[in-house]
């Protein structure tokens, strides 16, 4: 199976192993790809050194690296329903979420194209009139980028698009779960006209075929997004190589709602916050943080609502979200739940496995509201990475202690990635956004983003960020270039040769 793609070439693994993906909507069979080994990745990290130190890539004026991302953003806007399919028949999400998710991946292309194309530096002034002094931006080197399987193609797109319009090479290993839509992106970008060994694939399990990728000395930068555990590993490995780092670790994240907020939009939102792609975002608002004043409202309109919800695969037009990605991470969800009922949460809803034999090949889990919860709960402070939303309240005997309160709560979590924050009031808005310690916050909304604007963590959920402006620098390496146009003897030390005469030169 020739799904490896190194040197330009597609390959099989060197022992020729395998795996087969299936659609976790309904265990259908999707694909079979090649299943990497350690040395295919150190062979892919071989051909991306090449490529960096021998090709032309590095080199090619920005302009021209702008114009293959737009080259290829063009085929995900011609290409957009065959892309979203691969997506959905990898992940199991609905259909018109893949669809919006290549908009967006078209949208990020588009972007980093622009951002190269404007760079060209800056000149510094020294004050000196013989000297020119300039700050250049160039590529780090090689890049392995590890992507995870909740946003295969879009997250992939995040590092790929800033990689290239940066000028680096690069290895891309996709989760192993999930590898469609990275093969359809190496066709693309070798149909468009990338050089060889600028853009390698492997395809396999983070210990066999990731490991190389973090370990080798040949890497220069390592881009990964996915669990805190894994992310920690990263780091200490690339520590003895002093490599790069660039990290999206996930987050606890939290939703505040006040008493004064448009209630039906803070709790319609609050459903698409938790429960949209059934809560494997790593955005999810999974913490709802609501004034007790409100909390019975609030919460019994999201239970009803909540139990409505219907599930269903990719190609199911009633359906409002889908399956999780296996049976193992819809088993971990599951000893999750029962864990915060040890804890003393109260199950309001869901807590199970959908009933009937639609469901019964795909791996489903129901909505799920777990209500009374407090802070020192594992089920607040752990992520769960499926439908589950914890409910926690604060109150305050005046207005600023109840922003204190519910500022404390939001903060108190080792993550640190997004938050939002709902008031009528803008001042109240704005001031609790100002002391929320994550890296998204959202006031009066939930999960929108655009390319233009950052995003990364705050504290455990990372290092650097991504979109944006500095998701372009975490690719690059800035250089003083200072060039003395009239060049003398510094004279800082006597010249102390003897002349022919016997004397000395002054």
């Known amino acids: ?38 040395d295919d990745a150190r062979d892919a990290v071989a051909a991306a050194r090449a490529a960096f130190d021998r090709g032309p890539w590095p ?48 949208s990020v292309f588009r972007h980093f194209a622009d951002v190269a194309a404007a760079d060209a530096g800056r ?8 000297v020119s002094s300039r700050v250049v931006h160039e590529p780090v080197g090689v890049c392995s980028l590890i992507t995870p399987w909740n946003y295969p193609l879009l997250q992939t797109s995040w590092k790929v698009a800033p990689c290239l319009a940066a000028g ?9 779960l999930t590898p469609s839509t990275a093969i359809w992106l190496m066709r693309a970008l070798a149909e468009e006209g990338l050089p060889d060994g600028v853009a390698n694939l492997v395809l396999g399990a983070g210990a066999t075929a990731g490991a190389p990728l973090v370990d080798d000395a040949g890497v220069d930068l390592v881009s990964f997004t996915g669990g805190l555990q894994t992310g920690r ?7 003895a190589t002093v490599k790069r780092v660039a990290l999206e670790l996930g987050g606890k994240n939290p939703n505040v709602v006040f008493a004064d907020a448009d209630l039906p939009a803070a709790i319609d939102n609050a459903l698409t ?12 608002g999974a913490r709802l943080i609501v004034e007790a004043s409100v909390h019975d409202q609030v919460v019994d309109t999201l239970v009803e609502r909540a139990r409505d919800i219907r599930l269903g ?53 129901l909505p799920t509201i777990l209500d009374h919860c407090a802070t020192d709960m594992r089920c607040v402070q752990e992520e769960s990475f499926g439908p589950v939303l914890t409910v926690e309240t604060f109150e305050g005997a005046d207005r600023d202690a109840a922003e204190d309160a519910a500022i404390s709560l939001a903060n108190d979590t080792i993550y640190g990635l997004a938050g939002a924050v709902w ?12 002391r929320l310690r994550h890296g998204t916050i959202w006031i009066n909304d939930y999960h929108p983003y655009v390319a233009g604007a950052e995003w990364g963590g705050f504290k455990q959920s990372g290092i650097g960020r991504e979109l944006g402006l500095t998701g372009l620098e975490e690719y690059r390496e800035p250089k003083h270039v200072w060039h003395n146009t009239r060049p003398a003897p510094a004279g800082w030390f006597a010249d102390r040769r003897r002349d022919s005469a016997g004397g000395t030169d002054q």
Request: aromatic residues 6%; glycine residues 8%.
């Open 1 to 38: 199976m020739d799904t490896l793609f190194i040197a330009g070439a597609w390959r099989p693994a060197r022992d020729s192993g395998t795996r087969t993906i299936h659609c976790p909507a309904d265990g259908s069979e999707v694909v079979t790809v090649a299943e990497a080994t350690a």
């Open 273 to 284: 916050a938790v429960f949209l792609d059934s809560g494997q975002v790593c955005s999810a």
């Open 168 to 176: 680096n090479t690069f290895v891309l290993k996709p989760s192993e």
């Open 423 to 434: 008031s009528e009031n803008a001042g109240r808005a704005e001031r609790v956004a100002s």
């Open 123 to 130: 000149v510094v002034d020294t004050g000196m009139p013989d």
């Open 59 to 106: 080199s090619t004026p920005a302009p021209e690296r702008a114009a293959l991302l737009r080259r290829v953003a063009d085929r995900l806007v011609a290409e957009r329903d065959e892309v979203a399919r691969l997506e959905s028949l990898d992940t199991g999400k609905r259909f018109v979420e893949s669809q919006i998710d290549v908009d967006d991946i078209e």
């Open 233 to 239: 590993a990263i780091m200490a490995t690339a520590a």
């Open 313 to 365: 695969g990719p190609f199911d037009d009633e359906a409002e979200t889908g399956p999780l990605i296996s049976e193992a991470h819809r088993s971990k969800v599951e000893r999750y739940v029962a864990d915060a009922l040890e804890d003393g949460a109260e199950l309001r809803c869901g807590g199970a496995r959908p009933e009937g034999a639609a469901y019964d090949a795909g791996f489903y889990y």
